[in-house]
């Protein structure tokens, strides 16, 4: 399990690694200056508290991306908490050498193992030795963050709890690539392709062919930007959310406290001391049976103190975890090839002209520095041939196995109607829509308030209660697919908190106006513009069109239901994969728009969604390892699963969808029957 440090091969690997980035991405490894100088001083003035760096996971070459910045930079080179699928032979190796110590994905209950890990972390932190983890547990396939896994963070906070080091700074990290060198492999891992395992064959040919292509020039995935978020001290982070969870006690006390003093004093006399009875005193009870009770009551409360502690540390690891992968999303570069992409993946046409796109593209990027969103200095400085370089040289065919858009005379062609391409396309959509979360799920909600009352709401507008129901639920079954701001109180009142934000937004960006008792409506869209003028995109269809395709899979999972239906049980694998080839049908017979609805991740936490929802169960068969659900008892009949479809397909977008796609009964696509569903 333990590294074993080479300073000298770091240095030589160090220098081959800038070598190979250097043709691979020609743009440059890019870092904010700023964000490194505060790190330092950081450290300086914390010169006993162990770094944490838990950087956001994309690709194999994060690994090597932050030691090499760290490397180049003066920070301290962290030691790597890396998955056991790396240790393949000789490569395996060369990492420990470079501060990795591998770990197994799950301990599946080896005590052995689980205290040895435990040691050994405690022990480099007790060292002051900075260690690095991926704190999302594996790499994203589709772009945007995934939840946390706790394993490794919750180790380090037992440490600071129980006083094994007085604290520990924990550093969320961005990566930003502008093309994957693995995205070939992440599309069709998407489409339902199972993940290739790492050896040692197929790593060195695809190494030699990167390599190959990298010294004759023949390929140019951009640029990588790490960016560096405000460090965390544990200790901090405790003591606050310690003191919250006081505050939040306290005040349901006194709200206790003042019910109780207002209810009626109904206590008899015979409740009294009086009424008590010699035979019932304390003297009168055997002394073994006394102290038989005192010993039990006394083992009871401190099983109960050491689980209320696990829990208390469980919780503060998750909420940091969260809080970690938040931050990472506030600091993260938008880079030029995240807007060209998300432009034209929503762009329904077959082509559009350079001053087109670069027009577009200027307007996303308005859009997202005015909600707080980073984006790099020369997409800044010069749109025009951050465009162009995103055009002709990332995202061309020239070297690159996939075309995601190519010149034909004048216009650009897209790839948005092929499968592959629109695949890869959604995996730079992903990679912003932590700016737009809170309003692109208010204007879905809206739609489903425009969609359900249509007649109604056309004249008197939205009123901000059935807005904040429509969004409730919406956030609830969503709540796989995005990281929030991880708050004390998780219950209605912080999505109503959220709510609000994103609404203040929705007024302030003219989307949304309110008017007499709370109404909300859609402004005007403004009158025809002059010919040859630029005419920016509806902002109201832009939000509904970025969160659409969530909804479409949690649709297409809903859809699959009927599998189980009344009573069947179906393995977990097989369940998606039936929703994937559902998908796959109805997208080619023109009742689906969104390819990339049929995402493998997706549908996966649509049916964890539905298993917390209580509409499906697991089941556990005897003799198989696999997961396998069922219908839930309440939910096998053909009009609840019915009403179920229709209340997610009613989140659906039809603005700007393909005729075939809007013409569905109910949520139930009109082409296919019962059977095809099953």
């Known amino acids: 399990m333990a590294a074993k440090e080479n ?3 770091l240095t030589l690997l160090v220098a081959i690694f800038k070598r190979m980035m250097s043709m691979l991405f020609p743009l440059g490894i890019r870092v904010t200056e700023e964000q490194v100088n505060h790190l330092k001083q950081v450290i300086r003035d914390n010169p006993d508290k162990p770094l944490i760096l838990l950087p956001t996971h994309k690709s194999h070459m994060d690994y090597l991306t932050v030691h090499y910045v760290c490397y180049q930079h003066g920070l301290p080179v962290p030691f790597v908490v890396a998955g056991d699928n790396l240790n393949i032979p000789f490569f395996g190796h060369i990492l420990r050498m470079c501060g990795a110590f591998f770990i197994r994905r799950s301990f599946g209950g080896d005590v052995l193992y689980k205290a040895v890990f435990q040691e050994y972390v405690k022990q480099l932190l007790i060292a002051g030795q900075s260690m690095e983890c991926f704190i999302e547990g594996g790499r994203s396939r589709n772009g945007k963050l995934l939840p946390p896994k706790i394993g490794f963070l919750q180790c380090v906070v037992n440490n600071v709890i129980e006083g094994h080091i007085d604290d520990a700074l924990v550093v969320p990290m961005s990566l930003a690539y502008d093309r994957l060198l693995e995205a070939n492999s992440y599309v069709a891992e998407m489409q339902g392709g199972k993940k290739q395992t790492e050896r040692l064959v197929t790593t060195l040919q695809a190494g030699y062919n990167l390599v190959t292509s990298g010294l004759r020039k023949l390929v140019c995935y951009g640029q990588v930007y790490v960016s560096i978020a405000e460090p965390i001290s544990i200790r901090k982070y405790y003591d606050t959310r310690t003191m919250e969870q006081l505050r939040s006690r306290s005040s349901e006390t006194l709200k206790g406290v003042s019910q109780a003093d207002q209810a ?22 055997p002394r073994r049976i006394m102290r038989t009770n005192s010993y039990d009551r006394e083992i009871h409360e401190i099983v109960e103190e050491t689980e209320a502690s696990r829990k208390n540390q469980i919780s503060l690891a998750l909420s940091l975890g969260y809080s970690s992968l938040y931050e990472s999303n506030v600091v993260s570069k938008i880079l ?16 559009l002209r350079m001053k087109e796109l670069v027009e577009r593209v200027r307007w996303l990027q308005q859009q997202v520095v005015q909600r707080g969103g980073q984006v790099t200095d020369d997409s800044i400085s010069n749109l025009n041939k951050s465009v162009a370089t995103v055009v002709d040289r990332i995202m061309s065919s020239r070297g690159h196995s996939k075309t995601l858009v190519k010149r034909h005379k004048e216009l650009l062609i897209t790839g948005v109607f092929m499968p592959e391409e629109r695949m ?3 995996m730079f959509r992903n990679q912003l829509l932590h700016i737009f979360v809170l309003e692109g799920l208010i204007a879905c909600g809206f739609h489903q308030v425009m969609w359900l009352r249509r007649d109604e709401v056309n004249q008197v507008g939205v009123k901000r209660g059935q807005l904040m129901e429509s969004c409730a639920y919406l956030s609830t079954l969503l709540k796989l697919e995005f990281i929030f701001k991880p708050s ?34 859609l402004l005007a869209k403004p009158s025809s513009p002059v010919k040859g003028q630029f005419v920016p995109p509806d902002l109201f269809e832009f939000l509904c069109s970025l969160f659409c395709p969530f909804v479409d899979s949690y649709w297409l999972a809903a859809l699959s239901l009927f599998k189980l239906f009344p009573a069947t049980i179906v393995t977990e694998d097989a369940m998606v994969a039936h929703a994937q080839l559902l998908g796959e049908k109805l997208y080619f ?11 493998k991740e997706t549908v996966k936490n649509a049916f964890l969604v539905f298993v917390d929802m209580k509409v499906i169960t697991r089941v ?10 069922q219908l839930s008892q309440d939910w096998r009949s ?22 075939a796609a809007t013409k569905t009964q109910d949520g139930l696509p009109p082409l296919l029957n019962l059977t095809e569903l099953s």
Not at 268 to 281: I, R
Not at 336 to 351: A, F, Y
Not at 493 to 518: D, H, P, Q, W, Y
């Open 7 to 9: 300073p000298r091969l």
């Open 264 to 285: 009626p004093e109904e206590v008899t006399g015979s409740q009294g001391p009086e009424e008590v009875t010699g035979s019932q005193g304390p003297e009168e009870v």
């Open 336 to 351: 030029p090839t995240t807007l060209v992409g998300t432009i034209l993946l929503l762009h329904k046409e077959r082509g």
């Open 424 to 426: 890869e396309l959604s």
């Open 488 to 521: 004390e109180v998780r219950d209605i009142s912080s999505i109503k908190a959220n709510f609000e934000r994103g609404l203040r937004g929705m007024i302030s960006n003219g989307v949304l106006t309110e008017g007499e008792e709370g109404r909300l409506t």
């Open 589 to 599: 017979d023109g009742q689906l728009d969104n390819y990339e609805a049929i995402s």
């Open 620 to 629: 556990r068969i005897t003799g198989d390892k696999s997961k396998s659900l």
């Open 638 to 659: 053909e009009e609840e699963l019915k009403a179920f479809i229709a209340k997610i397909h009613s989140y659906r977008s039809q603005l700007g969808a393909s005729a």
